[in-house]
């Protein structure tokens, strides 16, 4: 069993930015895949970025080149969130345990944080 914990929402500006932290309960996750996904009111659970264990990393077209997913240490991973606008507005969770297919899928992850909301006003 995998406890994950999400950190680090709250409210920001349209163009600001966030950081989120995403904790597990055992650091032997340092070595294996973990994402984030996000899902707003009335949408679907999308992926946003992952961290694979080779070190590659993947994000969501909506989110390249505005979010950093990174390692922190042995069993923290963030997501660093700039230029953030109001479409990026939902409830953000931390993901491991990969079955493998795509990462996208959040059917694919087998352990999920609680979820931290982030919100983005204009």
């Known amino acids: 069993q995998v406890r994950l914990v999400e950190s680090g929402g709250g409210s920001a500006q349209a163009g600001g930015s966030l950081r989120l932290s995403c904790v597990a309960s055992v650091n032997t996750y340092r070595r294996k895949s973990l994402a984030w996904f996000r899902q707003a009111p009335g949408k679907e659970r999308e992926g946003v970025a992952v961290l694979r264990t080779d070190g590659t990393t993947d994000y969501a077209d909506s989110v390249k080149g505005r979010f950093t997913i990174s390692q922190d240490n042995t069993n923290t991973v963030s997501l660093q969130m700039n230029s953030l606008n109001p479409e990026d507005t939902a409830m953000y969770y931390c993901?491991?345990?990969?079955?493998?297919?795509?990462?996208?899928?959040?059917?694919?992850?087998?352990?999920w944080g609680q979820g931290t909301q982030v919100t983005v006003s204009s």
């Open positions: 993901a491991a345990e990969f079955y493998g297919g795509s990462w996208s899928n959040p059917n694919q992850w087998g352990y």
